[in-house]
C-alpha cells in the first residue's frame, strides 16, 4: 500500500480510538464507582442494547479475521468455527441465560457461591475465570498483530510488538475508567460498524458471481489447488484418526464453551430482570447468526478471488484473508478505491479487537477483585475498595496478556479462540450445570469440578503441538509433545463433569437441601433475584 492509503486507514483507526475514549470519558463523570456500577452499569440495559453488546462482545478478531481465514485456506473445515460458534448459542439460550440471571450477581462464582461454602468455590472459580480470559485475549493480541503489520505492508517484529502493547495499554483505560457501562457502548458501536462492514463485503462478493453462490464455491474450488476436495470434509481434519478426534474434540469445545465464557456470563447481570436476558439472547444470536453466514461467503469469496496462496503468503495462517479481500474488490490495493476499502475493513477489525479485549478485560478483572481478593479481605473492609481491585488487576491481567500475545504471533487467531472455549466447556460449564441442576452437589463437588477440568485442560495445551514439536508450535525448535491432538476438549470436558460427580461422591457433607431448593426458586422464578 501506498503511504497515501497507510495514513487514511491510520487515521480511520485514530477516529474510532477517540470516540471511544470519548465514551469512557464520558461515561467515567457520571459514574459512582459502586461495584453494581462498574461491574454491571447498573442494570440499566435495555433487551436490545445488551442484545447488541452481546454479539459485540461474542464476534471477535477470531469471527472476523480467523473464520474466514479458515475458510479460505481450508474450505468446509473451516466452517465448522462457524457453525460451532452459532450453534452454542442455543445451549446459552435454553440451559444459562435467565438461571444465571437470577443466581447471580456479578461473575460465574455467585452462582455456584449461592449454595456452597463460598471461600474455595470463589477461588476455583475465579482462578478459571481468570485463566480462560487471558487465553482469549492472547487470540485477539494475535489478530492485532496480524493487521497493523498488513496495514503497513511488513511483518516487522517491532511494529507487530507495539501494536500489541498499545492494544493492551487502551483495554486497560477502557476498563480502569469506564468500567462496564463504557466497556458495553463500546460493544454497541463495534457491533453496528461490524455488521455493515460484514454485510457491505458480503454484497460485493456476490454481486462480483451475480448472486450465484453455487458458482462462488465452484470458483473457490478451482482456485483452491484442491478442487472438489475443497468443498468437503477432510482437508484440515481428515488426513488421519488423529485429525478426526481433534475435529470431534473442537466440535465440542465450540458448542459447550460459549455457556462458560466469563465475559457472556457477566452480560446477563447488566439488564434488570431474567426476561429481560433471555430477550437479550435472542437479539444476540440474531445478529450473530447472520454474521456467521456472511463468513462463510466471505471466506470463499477470499478463496475464489484473492486465492489461497496470496492469503498464506500475507499471513500463513490466514488471519489477513478479509482486508485482501476487500482491497481486491475496491479495485487493488494499489487503486484508490482498495485502498478505502482496505482501510475501512481494516478499522472495522481493529475496532472489533479494541471491544472485545475491553469486556474480557473487564470480567476477568471482576473476578480477580470479586471472588479472589474478596474471598482473602478482612471482614468490614470498605466495599469500594474492590473496585480499586479490580483496576488494579485490569492493569496486571494486560501486562500477562501482552506478553502471552506477543509470544504466539504467528498462530490462526479462531484455532486460540477455540482453547479457551475448550478450557471454558471444561473448568465452568460442569460446575454451573451441576451447581443449577443437581440437587446432591458439594462444595468439594464444585472444587473438584472446576480444578478437575481446568488443570487437564491446561497441561494437555502445553504437552500438545500448539506449544512444541510441530514448526507450527509457539516454541518449534523444542519437542515436549506428549498429548497429540491440538485441541484438549474430548478429553478435559468429561474429566470436568467427571470430577465433579467424583468429589461430591467422596464428600463427607451432605448438600444443603434448603439452599437447593432456594436456589431452584430463585432461578426459575426471579424471586429474590438482585
Not at 480511520?12 to 452499569?41: C, D, K, M, Q
Not at 475435529?247 to 457472556?264: D, E, K, N, Q, R
Not at 470498605?382 to 496478556?401: D, F, L, M, N, Y
Amino acid at each position: 500500500m501506498t503511504t497515501e492509503h497507510q495514513t487514511l486507514a491510520l487515521v480511520l483507526f485514530s477516529a474510532f480510538i477517540a470516540v471511544t475514549l470519548g465514551i469512557t470519558t464520558w461515561v467515567s463523570r457520571n459514574r459512582h464507582g459502586s461495584p453494581e456500577e462498574f461491574y454491571a452499569g447498573g442494570r440499566l440495559f435495555s433487551p436490545m442494547e445488551n442484545g447488541f453488546a452481546i454479539a459485540g462482545d461474542y464476534m471477535s478478531a477470531a469471527s472476523f479475521l480467523g473464520i474466514s481465514g479458515l475458510i479460505a485456506l481450508f474450505g468446509y473445515d473451516g466452517m465448522l468455527y462457524s457453525v460451532g460458534f452459532l450453534v452454542a448459542w442455543l445451549v446459552v439460550l435454553f440451559l444459562v441465560a435467565e438461571l444465571v440471571r437470577n443466581c447471580g450477581r456479578f461473575t460465574l462464582a455467585d452462582v455456584v457461591a449461592a449454595r456452597m461454602r463460598e471461600r474455595p468455590v470463589r477461588i476455583a472459580a475465579g482462578t478459571a475465570s481468570v485463566t480462560v480470559s487471558v487465553l482469549y485475549l492472547i487470540a485477539q493480541m494475535v489478530g492485532a498483530g496480524s493487521l497493523v503489520g498488513l496495514l503497513l505492508g511488513s511483518g516487522s517484529a517491532t511494529a507487530r510488538t507495539w501494536t500489541v502493547i498499545g492494544v493492551g495499554a487502551l483495554m486497560v483505560v477502557y476498563v480502569s475508567f469506564g468500567g462496564m457501562r463504557a466497556t458495553t457502548w463500546i460493544q454497541i458501536v463495534k457491533a453496528v460498524l461490524l455488521m455493515g462492514g460484514a454485510i457491505t463485503l458480503t454484497v460485493l462478493v456476490l454481486l462480483r458471481f451475480h448472486g450465484d453462490f453455487d458458482q462462488l464455491l465452484r470458483s473457490a474450488a478451482a482456485r483452491s489447488g484442491h478442487g472438489a476436495d475443497f468443498l468437503g470434509p477432510g482437508l484440515r481434519y481428515g488426513a488421519d484418526w488423529t485429525s478426526r478426534f481433534d475435529f470431534i474434540s473442537l466440535g465440542l469445545a465450540l458448542v459447550l464453551g460459549t455457556a462458560g465464557l466469563p465475559h457472556i456470563l457477566s452480560r446477563f447481570y447488566t439488564v434488570p430482570t431474567a426476561r429481560a436476558a433471555r430477550r437479550s439472547v435472542v437479539w444476540a444470536i440474531g445478529l450473530i447468526g447472520g454474521f456467521y453466514l456472511m463468513t462463510i461467503v466471505l471466506g470463499f469469496g477470499a478463496a475464489a478471488l484473492v486465492g489461497p496462496e496470496a492469503v498464506r503468503a500475507s499471513n500463513a495462517s490466514g488471519n489477513t484473508a478479509v482486508p485482501l479481500l476487500a482491497a481486491f474488490l475496491g479495485g487493488g490495493a494499489d487503486s484508490t478505491g482498495g485502498a478505502v476499502l482496505f482501510a475501512v475493513v481494516a478499522a472495522v477489525a481493529f475496532a472489533t479487537i479494541l471491544a472485545v479485549v475491553a469486556g474480557i478485560t473487564l470480567a476477568s478483572s471482576a473476578s480477580v477483585a470479586h471472588d479472589l481478593y474478596a474471598s482473602f479481605r478482612r471482614r468490614g473492609a470498605k466495599q469500594r475498595s474492590e473496585v480499586a481491585v479490580a483496576r488494579a488487576a485490569a492493569v496486571g491481567i494486560g501486562a500477562v496478556a501482552i506478553a502471552l500475545g506477543l509470544l504466539a504471533q504467528d498462530l490462526n487467531v479462531a484455532f486460540l479462540v477455540g482453547l479457551a472455549f475448550a478450557v471454558a466447556a471444561s473448568a465452568n460449564l460442569p460446575v454451573l450445570m451441576y451447581s443449577l441442576f443437581w440437587r446432591g452437589f458439594t462444595t468439594r463437588g464444585a472444587v473438584w469440578s472446576v480444578y478437575g477440568g481446568l488443570v487437564p485442560a491446561v497441561l494437555l495445551v502445553v504437552f500438545s503441538p500448539v506449544v512444541s514439536g510441530s514448526p507450527e508450535a509457539l516454541f518449534p525448535g523444542v519437542d515436549f509433545a506428549l498429548f497429540p491432538l491440538q485441541n484438549p476438549g474430548i478429553v478435559s470436558i468429561p474429566l470436568g463433569f467427571l470430577a465433579g460427580w467424583l468429589g461430591t461422591a467422596t464428600s463427607g457433607e451432605r448438600a444443603d437441601e434448603a439452599a437447593y431448593a432456594e436456589t431452584e426458586v430463585r432461578s426459575l422464578t426471579g424471586a429474590g433475584a438482585v
